[in-house]
Each structure stands twice: as C-alpha cells, then as structure tokens.
C-alpha cells in the first residue's frame, strides 16, 4: 500500500481530528500535523511553495472588508460555542418510528451475530465498534424546520450501505418473529438497488437504495474525501462522523440524528445556523468551493429554497476567479443544469437568479465555454425581468392575468423562469448563417445548450421565442396602437390567428407561443423600464395585458389547436381532383376560412373557398 501511495499526485492528505478542529475554529496559524502515511518527504520546493501560500493568506487577511471579518468571527464563535451532542430530538411519525426500531434492531442483530466478523472483514469494519446508525443530511434539517421528508440517508459508521442492507433482509427472513416484531407486511421491504459510483454525476460513493414502509431510504457508510488539484472527484474513505459532517457543503445539512440516543449530533454549527437561517459552509469556503465548485450553486439553491441568506465569508469567494475557472474546468455542464434545474423549479426562482446575479456567476454559467469570444451580454436591465415575471406569478396572477393566460403547466412554469434568465442575449446580434445558409441558433440557444445543457423541447421554445419577438410586438402594435388606416386589421380573426398558429409549431416541434409572448413581454419591460424616459413597469404591462384580452375576445388563445373542418384527402376528392403540392397551401386556406367562420360545421364553404383560389394554389383539373 505504501509504495502505491508514495506514486500518487500530491495532494492534501487527511488531517487528525485536533487539526480538523483547528480548521473549523478558523485557526491556520500553523501546519496540520504529519498523516499516518509516511509519504516522502517535502521538497525545498514545496516547503517554499506553502510558504509563499502562507504569506499570500496572510496579505489577503490584512486587507480584509470588516463585513468579512465579523462572518470569520462569527464563524469561529458558532464552533467554538457548537456542542456536538445535543439535547435536541426530532418527534417522529408513526412511520418513521417503525423504521428507526427496525433498523436499530438490525444493528443489533449484526453486533451479535458471529458471521458479522467475516464480512467486516471485507468490508474494513472495526470489530472493536458497534454498528452505530445516524440519520443523515436532508432529512434532519427538513424536520427541525417542520417539513415532512419521505427520503432518508442512513449513514453507517463501520459497513458499506450494501453490506448493512443485505443484513437487514437476513434479518427480516431470519425469524417471522422480528417481520411480526416490526409489523413488516409483504411489501414493507423493496428490492435492493445498488447506485454505483458516478463521480462525473456528482455520486462519489456506492450507495444501496431499498424502500422500507413506503419511505426511499438510502444506505452510505460514513466517509471522508481527499481532492487533488485538478479534479472534483475526490479520493473516498471510510471515515468518522465528524468527517463526514464536514465535508458537507453547509453546516444545515450537516447535521445527524443518532438513531441510539434518539438526539440531534451537531460538528459544524448547524443548529445555530438554522436558528440564524445562515448557509455557510463547515470548512473554510475558498477551500470548499475549490475542492467542489458545485457547492456554489448548491449553496445558491438551499439559500433560495430554504429563505435562508449566504454568510457573507462564503459570498466573498464565490464569485472569485479561481472558483468560477474551477468550475468551468472540474464540473460537467450536465450537473450544472440539474442544479438550475432545482433551482428554477424550487419555490424562489427569483432569489436564485439574484444570487446569480449578485455573486457574478451568469456569465460562468449562461456560455459556450467552447468558444473564447462568446459574447457577455450587460446585465443592467436584466435584473427587472426577473422581478417581473416574479411579480406576475405571484401578486399579479389572477383570472385572466398575464400569467394566467400564458403559463398553463408546471412545466410551462419552468420554461418562463429558463426564458427570464436568458433575457439578457435579446438585443444581441445572431450568428452569421451556418454553411449552406442555414440561420444560426440565436445566441440564448446557444447560452441554454452549452451552458447547463438544457433539454430539446426548452431549446425550441427558446429559439422560437427570439425568432418571433418581433411579430409578436408587431401584432401587440396593431391591437394596442394600431397606425393610422390599420384600426380595423385588430378584428381580423383568421389573420391573427394563422399568425399565432405560425408562431406555434412546425413539424416535429411544439413551440408554445404563448411562452413566446411572455419573453416578447419580459425583454419588452427590461428594455422600455431602462431606456431614456423610463416608462413604468405597470404602464408596460397594460399594454401587454389589453393585447391579450382582446385575443381572449376573439377567442384565438387555442387557435393553434382548432382542427381542420376537412382533411386532404376530403378536399381533393370534394375538388374531384388528385392529392398533390397544391394541398398544403389549400389546406391553410381552409384554416382561415374556419377561423372567419367558427361556428359553421359544413365545410362546403371552405371548399368553395379553395375552389375559388384555385389558380392561385395552382390546383389543376377543376
């Protein structure tokens, strides 16, 4: 084992607990203390190198803000003041309490029994240590702040979550006894599912996953991770409940629930954060985010779900310039877009893109990293479509409201806040055509695909919405304010509504135009709130608002699903004629005559109508 360790990159090794404190504490006055693997000695190199760490750290602390100051001592105080084994306990549901007896007894029932000693051995254990189970993470913090969780990590000081779930269904068909002890029916206990590691999808562990009495519980052992420079993934181990806590990415979730003593285990702080709704992180955050940027944004996104605020030594560093090259350089755009994903769909968009905004993340993560000249839209007005369409659905989301007539679908929900976050490429100049003169994908496409890899069906919508914006604020133009001679075009109901049948779909793509109107709406507002004689964000809407009454009037909002009064092959046998080109243009004649007409059934008008156009369709043998 020796030599091959001696052969790694170097890299942080594990520090003991008296220096894990030291660093909780904020004290890194001195070195931690030699590992217990005797790696090679240091170079004068790299003892040059850590003492020229040392004094940047130290310029960098003389020129600290006080805000900064008052967080690393507020920090150091939480610790320095945390008692780990607390008195607080957590009441339990009837659920919840059947599955704490089991799992306990299966612990149990693993410390006595003798063919436990074989498989530790596999499994590392420690003979001299009892199985000892903690209920992990999420679920400890939603319940001490009220919430109901049907996910539950269960956290094992001494065996791999697969080893200890293969034991808990020894245990159940060990003796009907313990099924009848726990009143364990034939579908209380699921199959056994083993996650394998993935570590470029953010899954550094193998955990096992089993569904006990309708509750997904998962089962980890306790561990402690190791980065080197140039990677996210960390070197994985077994590890103590301190070190597990903090390795964590705030002190909220770090919290662990014995299931022996039934009380709260507090390492890090996390108990007084709750209290202050603080997201901060366990460790010092520079070398947190460095370790694993994602934790930027997921401590963006628990900050936005939870109301809570980001102590301020973790914002300091958040948007510095190595973290954000580091997450460029370590994290996939795959996991970026879970966590937008999260985010958008959580209950605050708004604070998400804020912090997004505030800490200087937009343009890390709306990008082509690919290219080095992708441009970098302002964002001064950007801020203002964001509190728009915030205030659209929530205040301003009444019967008949804007929000109510053009977001219909909780997914529909998300697509909005993915359309507010890329408001700021609307003004930007497209991409010369590709080869062949193709258009290219309007630079928001662009930004969603290769910035947080956003999905097909969102990219349409996307790229119909930039497409569109200009028709549709043409046609808002003509009900709103039509020019001079143009009054009467508003009651054109088969022009308006083949517009909005365009504006919707082509083959193979459900575009939503009504999606497309609420950008058309939300880069209307940032652009007319922030030019020269600033209009007002309410004296904006209202004009959107009378639009979309009217075509509410004209009953056009589901044109795009009126289906045709007569198909093509009806229409060419009522002409007495052969399919052909000319179908296709007939067949959009038809769908305007229906939209003139939408309370006749007979389509011998539409017929009538083609037959009447036919030179123009270029329909021959009438």
């Known amino acids: 084992m020796l030599p091959r360790l001696c052969r790694l990159p170097l890299r942080r090794t594990h520090p003991s607990p008296t220096f894990l404190m030291k660093r909780k504490l904020g004290d890194f006055s001195s070195p931690p203390p030699p590992s217990d693997n005797k790696l090679e000695q240091q170079t004068p190199a790299h003892l040059e190198a850590q003492a020229s760490d040392s004094a940047k750290r130290q310029a960098i602390r003389a020129t600290t803000p006080p805000v900064i100051k008052a967080a690393r001592t507020r920090r150091q105080t939480v610790m320095a003041d945390s008692s780990v084994f607390t008195d607080q306990s957590i009441p339990l549901n009837a659920v919840e309490a059947q599955l704490k007896g089991l799992l306990v007894d299966v612990a149990e029932y693993i410390n006595k029994s003798q063919a436990a000693d074989v498989e530790a051995d596999k499994e590392g254990k420690n003979l001299n240590e009892p199985v000892i189970l903690r209920w992990a993470g999420g679920w400890v913090r939603d319940k001490l702040l009220g919430t109901e969780s049907h996910d539950i990590d269960v956290a094992i000081n001494n065996m791999t979550g697969e080893a200890f779930a293969l034991r808990l269904r020894d245990y159940c068909d060990a003796d009907p006894a313990h099924r009848e002890r726990h009143s364990i029916g034939p579908q209380d206990v699921g199959n056994l599912h083993k996650i394998a590691r993935n570590p470029d999808k953010s899954k ?18 306790l561990r402690k991770e190791t980065y080197t420079e140039d990677s996210r993934n960390p070197q994985v181990e077994f590890g103590t409940a301190e070190e597990d806590a903090l390795r964590r990415d705030a002190t909220v979730n770090a919290l662990f629930y014995n299931l022996h003593t039934s009380k709260v285990e507090d390492f890090t702080g996390g108990m007084k954060d709750m209290a202050r709704k603080l997201i901060r992180t366990p460790l010092e955050p520079l070398q947190t985010f460095m370790d694993d940027p994602l ?42 877009g879970v966590e937008l994903e999260k985010m958008l769909k959580g209950p605050d968009p708004l604070s998400s893109l804020t912090y997004i905004s505030d800490l200087n993340l937009y343009h890390t993560l709306f990008t082509d990293s690919s290219r080095p000249d992708f441009p970098r839209p302002s964002l001064t007005s950007w801020p203002v479509a964001c509190k728009t369409l915030h205030s659209l659905s929530t205040t301003l989301a009444t019967p008949g409201s804007i929000y109510s007539l053009l977001v219909t679908s909780p997914e529909s929900a998300y697509f909005a806040w993915n359309l507010a976050a890329l408001v700021p490429f609307a003004p930007l100049p497209d991409d010369p055509p590709l080869k062949g003169g193709k258009p290219a994908p309007p630079l928001a496409t662009q930004a969603a695909r290769e910035g947080y890899r956003a999905p097909n069906k969102l990219m349409d919508v996307i790229t119909a919405s930039h497409r569109h914006r200009q028709a549709i604020l043409a046609m808002r133009d003509l009900v709103v304010r039509p020019a001079a001679g143009d009054e009467n075009k508003k009651m054109e109901r088969d022009s308006l509504g083949m517009r909005i049948r365009e504006w919707d ?21 940032s652009e007319r709130t922030s030019s020269e004689g600033k209009e007002t964000v309410e004296n904006v809407l209202k004009e959107w608002q009378a639009f979309l009454d009217h075509l509410v009037e004209m009953d056009l909002m589901d044109a795009p699903s009126v289906k045709r009064i007569i198909d093509g092959k009806q229409l060419a046998k009522a002409l007495g004629v052969k399919p052909g080109v000319w179908m296709g243009k007939a067949l959009e004649v038809v769908m305007a005559w229906q939209l003139r007409n939408p309370t ?23």
Request: hydrophobic share 45%; charged share 35%.
């Open 204 to 221: 550094h562990l193998e955990t096992t996953t089993i569904k006990l009495f309708g509750l997904d519980v998962d089962f980890v052992n």
């Open 505 to 525: 779909s082509r083959p193979g793509v459900n575009a939503n135009w009504r999606l497309q109107v609420l950008y058309a709406v939300l880069v209307d507002v």
């Open 295 to 336: 934790r930027v944004l997921r401590l963006v996104r628990f900050a936005s779900r939870l109301g809570f605020t980001i102590d301020e030594e973790a914002k300091a560093v958040m948007g510095d310039e190595r973290v954000l090259d580091a997450l460029k350089l370590k994290i996939s755009r795959e996991r970026i």
């Open 600 to 622: 006749v059934a007979d389509p011998e008008g539409a017929v009538e109508e083609v037959r009447k156009r036919k030179e123009e369709l270029g329909i021959q043998g009438i």
